[in-house]
């Protein structure tokens, strides 16, 4: 097996950040969080719950966008692919009409992130999930 490029690690390392991120942000009180597409509500930190996309990780345009990612059971995320009809319809609701077609269309933006602009997202939402911890 051919190992990581450090290109190939900061990226695993942000991916997993932002979700912890995106998990916090949408917790309640008792760290409990729902799936944005069915309702579904567990733990943050349990294995059911992940960072959903609503567009796909494929797109480095929407791949950390804020708006883009909600907290997604694996039923929904990974069994469901995504639910994405749902996820649009939800996202408008939350952010407005349009905003799933915005994202839509952000995703044919091209993005270069070098290594210094992966360690950079990687130290600012360390530094969200510190804020939100207080």
Do not use: P
Request: aromatic share 10%; with cysteine.
């Amino acid at each position: 097996m051919a190992k990581k490029t450090k290109r190939q690690r900061l990226i695993a390392k942000l991916d997993e950040v932002f979700s912890i991120y995106i998990r916090l942000r949408d917790a309640d009180k008792n760290g409990n969080v729902t799936c944005f597409t069915c309702g579904k509500k567990e733990y943050w930190k349990g294995k059911g719950m992940q960072c959903g996309h609503f567009m796909s990780r494929k797109h480095l345009a929407t791949r950390w966008d804020e708006n883009n990612c909600q907290v997604q059971c694996v039923g929904c995320n990974v069994y469901k692919y995504g639910e994405q009809y749902k996820f649009s319809i939800n996202l408008d609701s939350k952010y407005g009409s349009g905003t799933a077609e915005q994202l839509h269309q952000k995703t044919r933006e091209t993005v270069k992130l070098d290594l210094i602009d992966l360690e950079m997202l990687i130290n600012t939402y360390k530094e969200k999930i510190d804020s939100l911890d207080n």
